[in-house]
């Protein structure tokens, strides 16, 4: 493709250049993988700037170069106001703006992304419309599954994505939109069939200076420039009644969803067990009666969403009901750990406050029994949320063992003191700075009808530490071991 083609009608200007419209067979914004008529993207970092990369890029074979200075290169360079707002263009335009020919269906807000999305796409594929997912979990593009490094993709892979879905047999794709992605532009020149927000509550907060500019990087998915079709909101959520207030005043397509107050999706009668989860949901077709494999009062906002979303997209109401049961069990989501014992034990990505709240209520309503729970939380992130954590599992679990999570370039131990301000030190409080420890301590307190919550990480398969080293950790398996061992009376 020449290189004017690729900048199509974006705010550009293509700087003179000896070569004219050159060629361009690759996009990179990675000087070490640049090959030899590569279009490469000088982006500015949070701590290296690409512009200090374009020699390399050039020496490796840049054809030509995107920048926000000229650096006079002898290369063509195409000067933009924002590297990164072009590099989604320019990635679109380059794959032949491959999500106008998808239905695609973005999924936005702190907790509830995975889980929804893999919803939609389940209620999706029972229709019998192929469809992509890309997310925190993994990636299916064309039917075949990948592991993924972030929850939304650079513009350029996620660009290379939807072409490849297309290319593939898929018709739809359910993507998790990242507050990220969205302020970094990665999701702009998608355009949208649906878009569902779950809910805003306090994460990310080291990249957000304040929750308002967390709210608006999760308004941008809104826009008209990104959505053209229908936005799925749930006005349980403050924030979410917010938004559906502005988008109403905008004239916007909405459908709201909620539990508690009036939607157009509202949910009654709920019964949540272990096993899953029933309820009627009064839609403007009538009362439907849903059944759900998902437990938790939680969980029946993120089949609101998407059952909403996928009526949005023509699916009929009654199909929806009957594909429900088999859709949505999401790796590391609420999922049972079963070796035959007399209690429950549960794996659950939650990393919030809001979110660790969610499960730890949910797993009180699953029993009369205790509620024990093991948790920790991420360095190099949000600091203010981790005596949040700690107050919250303190007053929700019978016993909680407070325990490492993602350390990454921080002491665990100065993480875990940060999270006993909040937890305290009273006698049902452990501090237990190995993980596997602390899950073997846990799940050796269950009595009969206990649950327990292992929270944090999820489908994670690794744990994080300094210098980036990460190590293999996968929470399922180690509760695995921990009751195989406790089954066979092995210390």
């Known amino acids: 493709m020449k290189l004017l083609d690729v900048i199509g009608s974006a705010d550009a200007s293509p700087l003179a250049a000896p ?70 263009q320019f990635a679109a335009n380059f794959e032949d703006r491959p999500s106008e020919s998808l239905d695609v269906v973005g999924v936005t807000g702190t907790n509830g992304k995975t889980t929804t999305a893999y919803l939609v796409r389940g209620l999706l594929e029972a229709a019998g419309r192929q469809t992509g997912l890309l997310g925190t979990v993994a990636a299916i593009v064309g039917g075949q599954q990948r592991e993924v490094q972030r929850t939304t993709a650079e513009a350029i892979e996620l660009q290379r994505d939807f072409r490849a879905m297309l290319d593939g047999g898929d018709v739809a794709a359910a993507i998790e939109v990242s507050s990220h992605a969205l302020e970094l532009h990665r999701a702009d020149a998608t355009l949208f069939a649906a878009a569902i927000f779950t809910n805003l509550t306090q994460d990310h907060l080291d990249f957000h200076p304040t929750m308002e500019e967390y709210f608006l990087a999760k308004r941008r998915l809104f826009e008209p420039a990104l959505l053209d079709g229908v936005a799925v909101v749930n006005v349980d959520d403050p924030y979410g009644r917010r938004l559906a207030q502005e988008l109403r005043a905008e004239g916007a397509g909405l459908v709201t969803i909620a539990i508690d107050h009036e939607a157009d999706y509202r949910a009654s009668n709920l019964q949540v067990s272990l096993t899953g989860s029933t309820f009627t949901a009064q839609t403007p077709e009538g009362a439907f009666d849903l059944r759900t494999p998902l437990p938790g009062r939680f969980n029946v906002q993120n089949v609101l969403g998407a059952v909403a979303a996928v009526r949005a997209l023509g699916v009929p109401l009654a199909e929806i009901a009957a594909a429900l049961p088999q859709a949505g069990r999401v790796p590391g989501r609420f999922e049972p750990v079963d070796e035959g014992q007399p209690f429950a034990v549960l794996v659950d990505y939650a990393h919030t406050p809001d979110s660790l709240d969610n499960v730890l209520q949910a797993a009180r309503g699953l029993t009369e029994q ?122």
């Open 19 to 88: 070569q004219g419209d050159v060629e361009i067979a690759a996009l990179a914004y990675d000087n070490r993988t640049v090959q030899p008529g590569t279009l490469f993207f000088c982006v500015p970092g949070f701590s290296r700037d690409g512009h200090d990369f374009a020699p390399d890029a050039v020496a490796r074979g840049a054809a030509a170069l995107v920048v926000e200075r000229p650096l006079g290169l002898g290369v063509p360079e195409v000067l933009v106001p924002s590297v990164r707002a072009a590099m989604a």
């Open 370 to 491: 205790r509620v024990i729970s093991v948790f920790g939380c991420g360095g190099d992130r949000d600091r203010t949320k981790r005596p949040l954590m700690g107050e919250i599992a303190a007053r929700l679990s019978d016993e909680t063992y407070a325990t490492s999570d993602n350390p990454r370039s921080e002491d665990p131990a100065a993480i875990l003191r940060d999270v006993v301000e909040g937890t305290g030190t009273g006698p049902h409080v452990h501090v237990e700075v190995d993980r596997r420890t602390a899950i073997g301590a846990a799940i050796g307190a269950a009595r009969d009808g206990d649950v327990v919550v292992i929270a944090g990480k999820g489908h994670e398969q690794g744990q994080e530490f300094e210098g980036g080293r990460k190590t293999p950790f996968d929470d399922v398996t180690v509760a695995r071991e921990a009751l195989r061992a406790l089954r066979d009376g092995v210390a």
